[in-house]
């Protein structure tokens, strides 16, 4: 596992998990049209890359089991980011030109965006994606537009694209009026794919995060109680617990405690 894979003229070259956005096109695709390339704060190299590295073992093993052989596995940051942004290559293959930087929007529909709720804080938010015309006709007549519903001109996701300011202003006017907290149980429940902008305090005390389990307090002896995610894999037959990792103090002496000990003698003849 490492920065860029082997065989070509980067082979060599050291990485870390904003060199790899820079080299994968992740920056050039993120952030406003007007606005510099920007890097995504998710571990898009990092994580990525251990997590296609996993999938590489298990296949492995399976092959394996079939094949009664072993393989090298290599995997890069750089391929890895690639693979994750492989469906924003479109624009490339439809144009012959680069992914343009689109900020919140989408090119493929509308209303797509974020929208400001009250009390117009940093993360007072939220994202709306309307995808089908089921979703469009659910909106217009939660906003108080119905009408809008059943006109032609608005049917399909592309064809709104090109009316995106007006939407935008419609939207808004009716999420202002409210928090993302009322906007996201109003839009969600209608069936509306709606997200309230969550800053990481509120992910950590999330309703629906904490009584799913997957949010769950630790107690510390030194600093007490704090929240910590769990395991976002959940295996019916495989449960997991989440349990805090042991003092950097009584890890060191267990570990110079083992390596002082008598070895046990040899099994082998």
């Excluded at 049209?33 to 898009?44: E, F, V, W």
């Excluded at 906003?143 to 592309?158: N, Q």
């Excluded at 389990?213 to 630790?218: A, M, P, R, W």
Aim: charge should be positive; glycine fraction near 10%.
């Amino acid at each position: 596992m490492k920065g860029f894979g082997s065989g070509g003229p980067y082979e060599n070259y050291k990485s870390f998990e904003w060199i790899a956005q820079a080299m994968a096109g992740a920056m050039s695709m993120t952030g406003s049209p007007d606005g510099l390339p920007t890097k995504a704060i998710g571990g898009l190299a990092d994580t990525g890359a251990g997590l296609h590295t996993a999938i590489g073992i298990l296949a492995a093993i399976i092959q394996r089991g079939a094949t009664g052989l072993g393989q090298q596995i290599e995997v890069a940051q750089q391929d890895s980011v690639v693979n994750l942004l492989r469906i924003h290559l479109r624009e490339t293959y439809a144009t012959g030109k680069p992914a343009p930087r689109q900020g919140n929007r989408s090119a493929a529909a509308a209303p797509s965006n974020l929208y400001r709720c009250r009390p117009f804080g940093p993360n007072d938010y939220v994202f709306i994606h309307v995808a089908t015309v089921e979703m469009w006709k659910s909106l217009t007549t939660i906003v108080g537009r119905p009408e809008l519903g059943d006109d032609p001109r608005y049917a399909d996701r592309r064809d709104r694209v090109q009316f995106v300011d007006e939407l935008d202003a419609m939207i808004e006017a009716w999420t202002e009026k409210r928090t993302k907290g009322e906007v996201l149980e109003i839009l969600a429940g209608a069936g509306v794919p709606c997200g309230s902008v969550l800053d990481s305090k509120e992910v950590l005390t999330d309703p629906h995060l904490r009584q799913r389990g997957f949010i769950v307090d630790l107690e510390h002896p030194r600093r007490g109680a704090y929240p910590m995610p769990g395991n976002p894999v959940r295996m019916s037959a495989s449960p997991t617990d989440v349990t805090r990792a042991p003092l950097l103090a009584s890890t060191t002496r267990r570990c110079t405690a083992r390596s002082s000990a008598t070895p046990a003698p040899s099994s082998t003849p």
